[in-house]
């Protein structure tokens, strides 16, 4: 195992997650953070936490899209115009409870493709308006 | 000290806690950030800032606490805060485990030459929130969050 250099470390960025309680209406999503990857940089997915702090009202959902949970943060490629289509390449699910979840980081993605690169969080309802919170970071090797 | 290696940077993240400003009611809060770790995780807390950019009542003299001693608003680090009861306060819902005060207009920040906050995750998942609490029951508040939170992925 060698040690860091600092050719090694200033190629190193981590990139925010970072939303905080923000409402979000029935079916509606927000795109919290775009990336464009170049040729020979990686993109490390592996830390992201998805805090569902409240719904209004409360009560029973109807989930718009049966796959995925109440509210889903999705990392997604191509550049997404409007509301997000088909499976993400890796996706943060809150099934049923308020509460939080996170990545398990040892169980990671390295992405490698050039491609622009967008975490968008969806509420997945079509009858509640969710607080919900995304914190984390995503690290970028700048030269691989 | 020890010389630290590539395997040990790459499972170390610095997490952002950023709120730009933002308005929070009377007696009302918001989540910042949250992060839940467990066994071998470990957070280190250590620097923040919280500005009060201005509220509505003219003065500090005429503003109504909530709780002395926490100021107009504070940051506070609550552990396991989920807000399911129908109050959502996190001061009942959660434990305080670090706090950065603002009694009136202007920044304040968390002392970095302070012992650093070690959060150190268990055998079950705990979650650590960042919560924004506006301490009055008659002022209205503006305020912006810089911070950061060290992540160490594996500390065995």
């Known amino acids: 195992m060698s040690y860091l250099t600092d050719d090694i470390t200033s190629g190193i960025v981590d990139v925010p997650i970072a939303l905080p309680q923000t409402l979000i209406g029935p079916n509606e999503s927000l795109v919290i953070s775009?990336?464009?990857?170049?040729?020979?940089?990686?993109?490390k997915f592996r830390w992201a936490n998805l805090h569902l702090v409240k719904t209004d009202?409360?009560?029973?959902?109807?989930?718009?899209?049966?796959?995925?949970?109440?509210?889903?943060l999705g990392l997604y490629a191509g550049h997404v115009l409007g509301k997000p289509t088909g499976t993400p390449l890796a996706s943060l699910n809150i099934e049923t409870n308020l509460g939080v979840k996170c990545t398990n980081?040892?169980?990671?993605?390295?992405?490698?493709?050039?491609?622009?690169?967008?975490?968008i969080v969806t509420n997945n309802t079509s009858n509640l308006t969710v607080s919900v919170v995304a914190s984390g970071a995503m690290r970028i090797y700048l030269k691989t | 000290m020890g010389y630290i290696t590539e395997k040990q940077i790459a499972d170390r993240l610095?997490?952002?806690v950023?709120?730009?400003?933002?308005?929070?009611?009377?007696?009302?809060?918001?989540?910042?950030?949250?992060?839940?770790?467990?066994?071998p995780m470990q957070l280190t807390f250590r620097y923040l800032q919280l500005q009060l950019v201005d509220f509505?009542?003219?003065?500090?003299?005429?503003?109504?606490?909530?709780?002395?001693?926490?100021g107009m608003c504070y940051v506070g680090i609550f552990k396991n805060y989920d807000g399911t009861s129908p109050s959502g306060n996190p001061n009942l819902q959660g434990t305080l485990n670090d706090v950065v005060i603002a009694?009136?207009?202007?920044?304040?920040?968390?002392?970095?030459?302070?012992?650093?906050?070690?959060?150190?995750?268990?055998?079950?998942?705990?979650?650590?929130?960042?919560?924004?609490?506006?301490?009055?029951?008659?002022?209205?508040?503006?305020?912006?969050?810089?911070?950061?939170?060290?992540?160490d992925l594996n500390i065995l």
């Open chain 2, 18 to 39: 950023a709120l730009p400003t933002t308005e929070v009611k009377r007696n009302n809060w918001l989540v910042v950030a949250t992060f839940k770790i467990q066994s």
């Open chain 1, 105 to 119: 980081p040892f169980a990671h993605r390295d992405i490698a493709v050039p491609d622009t690169y967008q975490l």
């Open chain 2, 56 to 70: 509505t009542t003219v003065g500090t003299s005429g503003v109504t606490l909530v709780e002395s001693g926490k």
């Open chain 2, 103 to 151: 009694s009136a207009a202007g920044v304040v920040s968390r002392n970095p030459d302070n012992a650093s906050l070690v959060l150190t995750g268990g055998a079950v998942p705990e979650s650590y929130s960042f919560v924004l609490v506006n301490n009055t029951t008659n002022t209205d508040i503006r305020a912006n969050i810089n911070g950061q939170i060290r992540l």
């Open chain 2, 14 to 16: 610095d997490l952002p």
């Open chain 1, 57 to 72: 009202p409360l009560g029973s959902p109807v989930k718009v899209n049966s796959s995925f949970g109440l509210v889903y």
């Open chain 1, 34 to 43: 775009t990336i464009q990857l170049k040729t020979m940089q990686v993109l």
